[in-house]
């Protein structure tokens, strides 16, 4: 899952919308840090990342890598 909100949000309930295995990566740059429940995260095998840069190259790899998970 992509999440590109550069504003203050609930980022638990995007987390626990992630499958098994499921990938969450912030590109959005929120002014104040997101609190993140460990168990969104380790009971699932979940994982959460981020990158304050990318531009079409890299959006479209992790496109195509997405859509390779299915």
Do not use: C, K, W
């Amino acid at each position: 899952m992509l999440d590109a909100v550069s504003a203050e949000h609930d980022i638990n309930a995007y987390l626990n919308l992630l499958r098994v295995d499921g990938s969450l990566a912030l590109v959005g740059a929120p002014e104040h840090p997101l609190p993140v429940a460990a168990f969104s995260l380790i009971p699932y095998r979940r994982s959460f990342a981020g990158s304050m840069i990318g531009g079409i190259a890299e959006t479209q790899e992790m496109l195509d890598q997405y859509s390779t998970d299915q």
